[in-house]
């Protein structure tokens, strides 16, 4: 089995904390995992990002696991042909898309992300909340 998963989001997300306990399941499981993340501006509000490679012969992600919309499609070039994607609905207003006051839509995103992938399952953040009684 090889899987390829990019996590993205933005800082304080949990974005990190998933990747690791990903790759922990892997080698509980005796599969070869190697994982990196980007965490450089995540105490500002920034992007993060993790790479899970799980199994031999690793190349492009299998997937794309995103906590939200926008970091996601800036992942999107990495996905391999015919990859899937699952993604948040819940908008998080990068900090500089706040400071320069662009207009930031997550929902756009997601129209973007349905025009670009086949494979796309888009969570509703909020009804899960819901449902699990934590909203």
Known sequence: MNKNIILCGVGGQGTVLASK???A???EKGIPVMSAETIGMAQRGGSVFSHVRMGENLYSPDMIL???PGE???MLPYLKKNGAVVVSNRAVMPV???LAKTGYNGAS???YLKTQVNQILVID?????E???SA
């Open 72 to 74: 996601t499609v800036r």
């Open 125 to 129: 953040t909020d009804q899960a909340c």
């Open 66 to 68: 995103g906590f939200e």
């Open 21 to 23: 306990l990903i790759a």
């Open 131 to 133: 449902a699990l009684g």
């Open 109 to 111: 995103m997601i129209e």
């Open 25 to 27: 399941a892997a080698m």
């Open 96 to 98: 500089t898309a706040s």
